[in-house]
Every structure is written in C-alpha cells, then in structure tokens.
C-alpha cells in the first residue's frame, strides 16, 4: 500500500521553463511534507519541507504549495535550469512521537532540463 | 564534517552468502534508518533505529537484519541473501528533536546478488 503517491515519473523541461511535480497523500496523521533532491551517485538530500499549517513555502526558485483538504502537495521550479536534472522525492512524517523520524516517500520523479 | 558513511559503496556477491553494510555518523543521532531505493518503488525503509539497542521493523523487513549496539553505528546484515535484494541501500539518520525531521542520508551501496 503506497501512502504517498508522486507523479510524473519521469519529466522533461527546457531550461527556464516551470518543472511541477506533484504528490498525494492517504494518511491524516501526516504532519511534515518534505521534498529530497537526488543527483546521480548521491545520496538524497533535503530541498524544502512544509508543515500543514501554511499553504505554501518559498525557497529561492522552489515552492511547495500544500491543499491540506485535498491532501496534496506539489514542488515547483521556477526558471528551471540544467543543474536542476535530478530524482526528486516528495515525503511525509507521522505525527507521533513513537514513529520518530520516520518518513515515508513518494516513488520519485526524475527531471531533466534540456540547455 | 558531519556525515553518514557506508561501506561498501559497491558489492557483487553470490546467493547465500552472508554480507554486512555498514553504516556510521558522527552527528550523535538518536535516530538511524535503512531504505533501498528501487525504479519507480521510490525508497522503501527497511528497519530503523530509535536509540541504542532500540530497533524495529520498517516497511520491507523480511530478508535483513540489523543492530544498534553504539550510537554511531547501524550495521545491516543480509544472512542469505537472494537475487531479489539487488538493489541501492541507503542508510540515514535524523535527530529526534520537534520540529525537525531533516534525514541525512549515506553516498549509498549498489548491491548486486548473482
């Protein structure tokens, strides 16, 4: 049972153009949505996290835009550009303290930008 | 340099027999996780760790073991492993402090089981 489900899977954008990348959720009890860049031969790392208390969340060229009642949360970068060609994967976090860091992810999206 | 390391980074290996991929930080986290990353699956948590000699079971356990017996470390072990455990293992630990569940995550093992 996938309780996170991200879509594309794969994604193709010119350079300057808006890349979205969009996830569902199931579970209510998920508290903390964070999006992990992955480039190739790395581990994942952290890009930009939003908690459901606000509807969205501004980095510098990325934003998550969070609709808490249809539980969806999407990223979007802006200008994209080729140093941006990575697998992103959205996430969620329970709640409860007796989870502890647990996160589980979406199946991920690998973005390319064409120059 | 805070980091998560594992090792090794590749390994090619024979059904059945037993490997272990260790995993080390040196962040003092309470928290440490094991995924495999697999096409279009994302990453799956195997087993994870809450603190010393405090483990369970995560998402896709059967097929591996682990212990925590000090901080820092959180060795996988396959006993026996099998064709279907090929795959990209990533370790990661977290704090477990409110308000923050930022994972940091190893370079990765590429495991292949022949």
């Known amino acids: 049972q996938q309780q996170v489900k991200q879509s594309p899977q794969s994604l193709i954008v010119q350079k300057g153009g808006i890349s979205i990348i969009n996830c569902a959720y199931e579970n209510t009890a998920f508290d903390y949505f964070p999006w992990y860049q992955q480039f190739p031969g790395k581990g994942p790392a952290l890009l930009i996290a939003?908690?459901?208390?606000?509807s969205e969340k501004k980095e510098g060229r990325f934003t998550i835009s969070f609709n808490k009642s249809a539980k969806q949360f999407s990223l979007h970068i802006m200008d994209s550009q080729p140093g941006d060609s990575a697998t992103y994967f959205c996430?969620?976090?329970?709640?409860?303290?007796?989870?502890?860091?647990?996160?589980?992810f979406g199946q991920g999206t690998e973005l390319s930008v064409k120059p | 340099e805070a980091q998560v390391t594992q090792n090794p980074r590749y390994l090619i290996t024979v059904t059945g027999k037993k490997l272990t991929v260790t995993c080390s930080q040196n962040?003092?986290?309470?928290?440490m996780s094991w995924y495999r990353q697999d096409p279009g699956l994302g990453l799956r948590q195997i087993y994870y760790s809450m603190n010393v000699e405090v483990t369970d079971k995560g998402d896709v356990p059967e097929g591996y073991k682990v212990s925590r017996k000090e901080k820092r470390n959180f060795p996988l072990i396959l006993e026996s492993p099998s064709p279907n455990q090929t795959s990209l293992y990533f370790c990661?630990?977290?704090?477990?402090?409110?308000?923050?569940?930022?994972?940091?995550f190893g370079p990765g093992t590429r495991l292949t089981v022949l």
């Open positions: 996430a969620a976090s329970p709640i409860f303290y007796n989870q502890g860091g647990k996160l589980i």
């Open positions: 990661a630990s977290s704090l477990l402090a409110s308000g923050s569940n930022e994972q940091f």
């Open positions: 939003i908690r459901p208390d606000v």
């Open positions: 962040m003092n986290h309470e928290y």
